[in-house]
């Protein structure tokens, strides 16, 4: 019997691919990738030569029992998307998922992944914390919000950028314009910014500055009566 690999990729800098996820997508029998044109960039970029699939959130329900038998019959397929570390907001989990049922051995390389660094350089605390990834569109957003307001977690989200200025609104709104946040963008790459303030001051950064790239959002958690420091 094969193996699944899952296979992290560079979520920006192409220096943050490890030599041992060139090596295992150079071995491999085939790769599979949530967009092969922009993956074929990546391939082409570190002379990796081995024969991709699409493999993606529209086809992934349609493409697992073939990708299973072919594991089945000894063949070693990776998994990449096209940034960060596959299943986290990205596929990879239903796959994972079969394999597991399979009795395939699946294997995860560290490596890339958005939240990580986004959390880390918050300032916020990262002792506990919860990673939201997209909010709901519409149906339960509000709800949501009702039920994050109350986390005392720090928590991690992911936001698309023209929807950044409606969700800080909304932070203000559910949160608080006092409660502290740090907004990530275009994390390693060349024009890396992280926004650090109050909910409110962010929003104003944002709404006189429209953003750009990839976002993550780490939102502080609610401080309880406890927590709050004494007046003099």
């Not at 990879?92 to 959390?119: D, M, N, S």
């Not at 609104?169 to 990530?184: K, L, M």
């Amino acid at each position: 019997m094969g193996k699944l690999f899952i296979v992290p990729t560079p979520i920006g800098n192409l220096e943050d691919m490890t030599f041992r996820a060139i090596r295992v997508l150079k071995e491999a029998d085939l790769i599979l990738a949530e967009d092969t044109r922009t993956s074929g960039k990546l391939l082409k970029h570190f002379e990796i030569s081995t024969h991709m699939h699409s493999h993606h959130m529209h086809n992934e329900h349609k493409t697992v029992e073939n990708i299973i038998s072919r594991i089945k019959a000894g063949e070693t397929i990776a998994l990449i998307s096209d940034a960060g570390t596959p299943a986290i907001s990205d596929p990879g989990f239903l796959l994972t998922r079969a394999c597991v049922e399979h009795k395939i051995e699946v294997e995860c390389l560290p490596g890339a992944t958005a939240f990580v660094p986004a959390l880390v350089n918050s300032g916020l605390p990262n002792d506990k914390f919860i990673f939201e990834g997209f909010l709901p569109e519409k149906k339960g957003r509000q709800t949501r919000y009702l039920a994050l307001a109350e986390e005392t977690r720090t928590m991690i989200l992911y936001v698309s950028p023209h929807k950044l200025v409606k969700t800080l609104a909304e932070f203000v709104t559910y949160f608080g314009e006092d409660r502290q946040i740090c907004v990530s963008r275009e994390l390693s790459k060349l024009h890396e910014e992280n926004v650090r303030g109050t909910a409110k001051e962010v929003l104003a950064h944002f709404e006189a500055k429209p953003p750009k790239g990839e976002i993550v959002v780490v939102v502080g958690g609610k401080i309880t009566l406890k927590e709050k420091p004494l007046r003099d």
